[in-house]
C-alpha cells in the first residue's frame, strides 16, 4: 500500500455535497474547487500573478501541448511547471489522452501513436510514458492515461474503452509508483496520482469501470468521458452511479464540465473538482458569465451602457470598467479585451465555488443549486 501523499479533509456535508479542503506537500485548496486552464502553462490572456489576484487555487496544464512544446525536458530542467510558470499553487495536469483522441490516433493495447498537430511528427504515449512526462512537468497531481470515446458511441465501444481503460491504470499505477521512489526532486517523489472512471453513459459499464479503477487503488477519482456529446440528462445519472460507489475520503474530480448548471449538479453529487475551458473561451468572444445569465457584449445595446458587466460583481474589471469601454476594446480587437473579460469569467466561476461552499456550511445548498438552475436552466 502506497502512503497517501494527499488527503481531503471534509468540514461540512449538505445532502450530497461536501466542503472541506485537500492538504498535500505543497499547501492546502479549498473544495469544490474550480481549476482554470493553462492549456500552454498558460491561462489563455493571463499570468499567474493574474490567477495569483483571482484567488485560483489550483490549476491545470495540458500534456499533449507541453510534451510537444517546449517538451517536458525543457520544463523539468528550468523547475518544473511551477518554476517555468513562476506559480508556487498547486498544478494539475491531464494524462494527455483526451487531445490525443481528437487527432484520430492509432490506439491498440499498448498505447496510443499520433502525429503533432505542430509538425506532424509521430509520437507514441502510453500509460507507462504519460507518467513519466508528467513527473518531469511536475505538477502535484497527475492523470492516469485513459481511453475517452466521444459520445454517442456504441456499447462495443464503450466497453472496449472501458476494459483498455482498467489495463492502462493497473500500468500507469505500478509504474506512477516505481517512479515516485526514484524521483528526482522533493517534488516528483511527492506528487499525487488520480485514476480515471469511463463507461460513457451506460450504467452497468459506470459500475464495472468504478469498480476497477478502485481495485487499482489511487489517491483520488476522476470521472471522466462525460460532457462529450450527451445530453445532460444522461450526464447525470451517469455521474451518480459512480460517485455513490467512490470512498467518501477521496476527492472526486469532473473532468471538462464547467458550465454553471454542470458546476451546482455536479457539487450536488458530491464532485470535489472541476476544470473547463468554457469560461475563458466564452470570455474571448464576448459572451460573459453574470448573475442573471449569459450576457453577448457584442450586443448593440451595450454601446452606451455606463454600468459594469455585472452590478453584483466585485471583480476588479467590474470595479473600475463599463460595458461600453469593454464591448469598444472587444469590437476592435484589442488584446486587452480578452484579458479582462477572462479575468471576470473566471472570477464569477470562482465566486460561485466560494458561494457553494458557503451555502454547504450553513445548509442552503440545495437553494442555491436551485437558483443556478432558474437563471442557466
Ligand atoms: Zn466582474
Known amino acids: 500500500v502506497a502512503e497517501r501523499v494527499l488527503e481531503l479533509e471534509i468540514d461540512a456535508v449538505d445532502g450530497q455535497a461536501r466542503a472541506g479542503r485537500v492538504h498535500t506537500p505543497r499547501g492546502t485548496f479549498e473544495t469544490p474547487v474550480f481549476m482554470p486552464v493553462g492549456t500552454r502553462a498558460s491561462v489563455r490572456a493571463l499570468s499567474s500573478q493574474d490567477l495569483e489576484e483571482l484567488g485560483a487555487e489550483i490549476m491545470l496544464g495540458n500534456t499533449y501541448h507541453l ?8 520544463i523539468d530542467d528550468l523547475g518544473g511547471l511551477h518554476g517555468f510558470m513562476a506559480w508556487d499553487r498547486h498544478v494539475l495536469t491531464d494524462s494527455g489522452g483526451f487531445q490525443i483522441y481528437s487527432l484520430e490516433p492509432r490506439v491498440d493495447d499498448e498505447g496510443a501513436i499520433f502525429r503533432s498537430t505542430y509538425d506532424g511528427t509521430t509520437h507514441h504515449l502510453t500509460p507507462e510514458t504519460a507518467v513519466a512526462v508528467q513527473r518531469r512537468l511536475g505538477a502535484d497531481i497527475q492523470m492516469v492515461l485513459d481511453v475517452c470515446p466521444a459520445l454517442p458511441a456504441s456499447t462495443e465501444v ?13 500500468r500507469g499505477r505500478a509504474a506512477f509508483l516505481a517512479g515516485r521512489r526514484s524521483g528526482a526532486t522533493a517534488a516528483q517523489r511527492s506528487q499525487a496520482q488520480f485514476g480515471i472512471v469511463q463507461g460513457g453513459v451506460d450504467l452497468d459499464l459506470r459500475r464495472q469501470s468504478t469498480e476497477r479503477t478502485l481495485e487499482v487503488g489511487f489517491d483520488g477519482y476522476a470521472i471522466g468521458g462525460l460532457s462529450v456529446g450527451e445530453p445532460r440528462q444522461q450526464l447525470l445519472p451517469a455521474l451518480e452511479v459512480v460517485t455513490a460507489a467512490l470512498p467518501l475520503d477521496q476527492p472526486r474530480y469532473l473532468m471538462g464540465v464547467g458550465d454553471p448548471i454542470g458546476f451546482v449538479e455536479g457539487i450536488g453529487r458530491g464532485v470535489d ?10 470570455a474571448r468572444h464576448g459572451t460573459i458569465l453574470t448573475d442573471a445569465g449569459r450576457l453577448n457584449l457584442r450586443n448593440a445595446e451595450h454601446a452606451r451602457q455606463a454600468g459594469p458587466l455585472d452590478p453584483g460583481c466585485a471583480c476588479p474589471v467590474c470595479q473600475r470598467w463599463s460595458r461600453a469601454y469593454l464591448r469598444h476594446l472587444l469590437r476592435v480587437g484589442e488584446p486587452s479585451s480578452a484579458r479582462l473579460l477572462t479575468i471576470h469569467n473566471l472570477h464569477w466561476c470562482l465566486r460561485l465555488m466560494r458561494d457553494a ?3 454547504i456550511r450553513e445548509g442552503r445548498f440545495e ?4 437558483a443556478v438552475v432558474g437563471t442557466w436552466g
Open 367 to 370: 437553494a442555491l443549486r436551485a
Open 158 to 170: 464503450v466497453r472496449t474503452a472501458v476494459e483498455r481503460t482498467a489495463a492502462w491504470a493497473r
Open 273 to 282: 473538482m472541476f476544470d473547463c475551458v468554457l469560461a475563458t473561451r466564452l
Open 67 to 74: 510534451m510537444l512544446r517546449p517538451g517536458e525536458a525543457l
Open 357 to 359: 461552499r458557503a451555502a
